[in-house]
């Protein structure tokens, strides 16, 4: 697996495809209101999904980002989400 976990940390390493989703959201369902830290240090992409997943959370609960060296997009893509321009109910 691409996705591993430890407590409230996630850890993605390599290439994550959406067959990760389910496992995914299941364990930020289980974290509910709890702070999680998302460490993109070994990945080097991610499915739009699992993206999606991440910025739902940080609408709705508090959340940090741990980043490479190298910027990728995806990075681009978390840094620059605002949850005061989105709505979610």
């Known amino acids: ?30 974290k509910a209101g709890e702070a999680v830290v998302f460490n993109l240090k070994e990945c080097e992409d991610i499915h739009l999904a699992i993206l999606q997943l991440i910025m739902a959370y940080k609408k709705n609960y508090e959340c940090s980002y741990t980043f490479g060296d190298e910027k990728r997009l995806f990075q681009t893509i978390l840094e620059g989400f605002d949850t005061s321009e989105n709505h979610c109910s």
């Open 1 to 30: 697996m691409s996705i591993t976990y430890e407590n409230n940390e996630v850890n993605f390493s390599s290439v994550i495809y959406e067959d990760e989703v389910v496992s995914f959201r299941d364990f930020l369902q289980e």
